[in-house]
């Protein structure tokens, strides 16, 4: 079986400016040279045509259509919904809250304890006078010594 081949010679360097041009058009839809040039004699054979001139806007567009799903094969493109993508802002939307009200908890938290130590630095400068120690250079009258450490408040030990 045979198969249909085309040779063409081209001579001038403007017919090899075109091949490149056409090469490079080729690569950047996608397409083998082959697929390009085929395309180019068909849309030139129907633009030819004077009555068939919806049957070329149809051959168009269905050529572009073959190229949209040879690029579609070629290239994985990721798509979402517009309702993926309000659910995606909703959720990302509730997590920052969510974060922002966890942070509000830890401040408070934080508060909390500031507060609770506060109240306990308070009862201990208050249990300080009851417990007879020195406080600010003076001595408790009532007290010997330092009972706490077990120190006289001035008084010489007698040594043995």
């Not at 180019?40 to 799903?69: G, H, V, Y």
């Not at 993508?85 to 934080?110: C, F």
């Amino acid at each position: 079986m045979e198969y249909p081949q085309i040779n063409i010679k081209l001579l001038s360097e403007e017919d090899r400016e075109l091949v490149k041009q056409a090469k490079q058009r080729a690569e950047d839809l996608r397409l083998t040279f082959k697929e390009f040039v085929l395309d180019c004699i068909r849309n030139a054979l129907f633009e030819e045509s004077p009555d068939s001139a919806d049957s070329a806007t149809a051959a168009e567009i269905e050529a572009l259509k073959a190229q949209i799903a040879a690029l579609s094969e070629k290239v994985s493109i990721p798509s979402a919904t517009k309702t993926e993508v309000h659910t995606l802002q909703e959720r990302l939307n509730q997590l920052r809250v969510g974060i922002s009200n966890e942070i509000k908890k830890d401040r408070e938290q934080l508060a909390s304890l500031a507060l609770a130590l506060s109240r306990l630095e308070s009862q201990i400068e208050q249990l300080v006078p009851s417990l007879n120690l020195q406080v600010d250079g003076e001595v408790n009258s009532n007290s010997d010594g330092d009972w706490l450490f077990g120190e006289d408040s001035g008084a010489e030990l007698p040594l043995t």
